[in-house]
């Protein structure tokens, strides 16, 4: 279903605390003259039982304002400024709870392993873990991946992050030392049918492993575990400095390699 424009707006109210019917009643009165209670309920297209107890909670709210006459008619307080004021409540708000829960007592057990399964919900721990790091971050990430997680990776080399940063794809950024794996991104997507697996640790402890696919949904896992983080490491480093050994050894004896047994048995491509 598409939103409308009054339908978004509304969304956007109940996502600020309104009600619904607090949201159309507001919107019914926003850039109106003066309506008494029966106005509004036609106009909201909200039920005439409703709308008086609707009011009567906007005008706490500080969203509209009364004129008690008879009969008593109702006006939206300009836009802006309930906005402006929400938005000043809830920055304080927002401040004020940061603080109270960095003070309780750290509850989690390190190394255990948290089960991610969508996109969204991945790249965010993706930069929860970028955001982590005080001294060293390795990071394996994909074309696909890098509009969200670029600009966390660079400020973190900004912030004096030692940061390296294996890309599988011809991008790049701008800070963080970057290894081109593009070519070994081509050959695992077609080894992996489309899947790609990416990576991040923050100082030999926070990981993610995900994997994000072409036709399958992206999964991941989220964890202090300090075995994982040091074989993600691992992981990382082997990549890059495979692609380095293969950039410094002449093409014909690296197609030679290629034709071996061993290299034949772990480059097959998965059924």
């Known amino acids: 279903m598409i939103e409308t424009p009054t339908s978004k707006l509304q969304s956007a109210l109940v996502r600020l605390g309104f009600s619904p019917y607090e949201a159309k009643a507001y919107t019914a009165l926003v850039g109106q003259s003066p309506m008494n209670g029966s106005e509004v309920s036609k106009r909201a297209g909200m039920p005439p039982s409703k709308v008086y107890e609707t009011l009567a909670r906007l005008e706490t709210k500080g969203a509209v304002v009364v004129n008690r006459s008879e009969p008593v008619l109702y006006g939206a307080v300009p836009h802006r400024d309930l906005l402006t004021g929400l938005a000043a409540r809830y ?60 600009p966390c990776l660079e400020k973190a080399a900004r912030r004096g992050v030692d940061t390296h940063v294996a890309i599988y794809g011809p991008r790049t950024l701008r800070g963080p030392k970057v290894y081109d794996l593009s070519e070994c991104g081509a050959s695992a997507r077609l080894r992996l049918s489309g899947r790609r ?75």
């Open 91 to 150: 920055e304080a708000d927002v401040a004020a709870a940061i603080g109270e829960l960095d003070a309780l007592p750290a509850g989690d057990r390190a190394g255990l392993v948290w089960s991610l399964y969508t996109r969204e919900s991945i790249l965010d721990a993706f930069l929860r873990v970028i955001d982590a790091a005080h001294t060293q971050l390795f990071a394996g990430i994909w074309d696909e991946e890098i509009d969200a997680l670029g």
């Open 197 to 271: 697996l990416a990576v991040a640790v923050a100082d030999d402890i926070d990981t993610v492993v995900a994997e994000f696919g072409d036709r399958s949904p992206a999964e991941a896992v989220l964890t202090t575990n300090p075995v994982t983080g040091l074989l993600a490491v691992e992981y990382i480093k082997a990549d890059i400095s495979g692609r380095l050994l293969i950039n410094a050894m002449p093409d014909a004896n690296y197609q030679q390699l290629l034709e071996t047994h061993d290299m034949q048995s772990i480059l097959a491509r998965k059924p």
